[in-house]
């Protein structure tokens, strides 16, 4: 008995996390990689998930946003420290002087 055919949205749902989406009913896109994924064998998008090329640019992305958050947080603090009148020369901590 043949299994029943999956979609593209189903491989989405399935696969969002990792950057996919479905641009129409038939295509599956991987936004990290922007190249066209085959969606009816769930291996196949395990292995383009996997693989070194998505694998790396996910992760320099993540990184990016790491550090994008790092550096609001330092703005952050470093304008509350401004409005309260706080010098970062007169802190004891070195972490926050640096």
Do not use: W
Request: contains cysteine.
């Amino acid at each position: 008995m043949p299994k029943n055919a999956v979609s593209a949205g189903q491989r989405t749902e399935e696969f969002r996390s990792e950057g996919l989406y479905g641009s129409d009913a038939f295509t599956l896109m991987c936004n990290h990689c922007s190249c066209k994924v085959s969606y009816e064998r769930r291996d196949t998008v395990l292995k383009h998930v996997k693989g070194e090329k998505h694998t790396s640019i996910a992760e320099s992305i993540n990184s990016a946003k790491r550090k994008k958050a790092d550096i609001e947080h330092l703005e952050l603090r470093t304008e509350v420290f401004s409005k309260a009148n706080i010098h970062l020369e007169k802190l004891e901590n070195t972490d926050i002087q640096n």
